[in-house]
């Protein structure tokens, strides 16, 4: 289903943004590569959580790692029917025999999406080179696009760009919480908040920078 989907003109804008702004650093919290998709510089663009398309070994011992991987279903026995929707409660999930998963080529073990799930850690070198980034000098602005920011890493970065001197633009569906526990996380003054969908309101706030998005 991922790779079916296509970037929208948010990711198009953001990618243009990027390209025109070298010093630009996207921390993207999705795994579906469509920002890379969209032409976004691999330079300036960090997957935090990792990538559907990456694969990696179970093992933590082992290494092995596959990465843009486009098989789609990465081996026979994960192909759906053209009428199946995954996302619908109603269909049953198939059993599928341990010996019919993708296996490690190396060791034998289990294979995995490259992603992060809940309760484990981001990859140290995305942490350091955040705090690299951030550790060049100010910051004048941060978007926050289509995200609560209640997720840890990832939210914390709010408040440190704010310690750079940044700004908040906060793009998205859902108004704000206004009583946040955490005040470093709280809209101020001198912020601003964008409510609809970040595929029509991020290109056309970005228009006069990065042109009109088709």
Not at 68 to 87: G, K, T
Not at 106 to 135: K, N, Y
Not at 170 to 186: A, H
Request: some cysteine; proline content about 7%; charged content about 20%.
């Amino acid at each position: 289903m991922a790779s079916k989907a296509k970037p929208n003109r948010g990711h198009i804008a953001l990618a243009k943004l990027a390209a025109r702004k070298p010093d630009f650093l996207a921390i993207s919290q999705n795994i579906d590569g469509l920002s890379s998709r969209a032409g976004h510089p691999s330079s300036s663009l960090l997957h935090i959580h990792g990538s559907l398309f990456d694969i990696k070994c179970t093992n933590p011992n082992c290494t092995y790692i596959s990465l843009n991987n486009d098989n789609d279903p990465i081996i026979p026995a994960l192909q759906l029917s053209d009428d199946y929707d995954i996302s619908d409660a109603r269909f049953s999930i198939a059993s599928i025999p341990i010996a019919s998963l993708p296996h490690c080529p190396e060791c034998a073990s289990l294979l995995r999406p490259a992603i992060v799930w809940f309760g484990e850690q981001t990859p140290i070198t995305s942490r350091e080179r955040i705090h690299s980034w951030l550790d060049q000098g100010s910051v004048d602005l941060m978007l926050v696009v289509g995200t609560s920011a209640t997720v840890w890493p990832a939210a914390i970065y709010i408040h440190s760009a704010r310690l750079k001197g940044a700004r908040i633009a906060v793009f998205n569906t859902e108004d704000p919480e206004i009583d946040v526990d955490d005040e470093s996380q709280r809209l101020r003054e001198q912020d601003w908040f964008f409510k609809g969908d970040a595929a029509a309101v991020v290109p056309d706030m970005l228009k006069e920078v990065v042109r009109m998005v088709v």
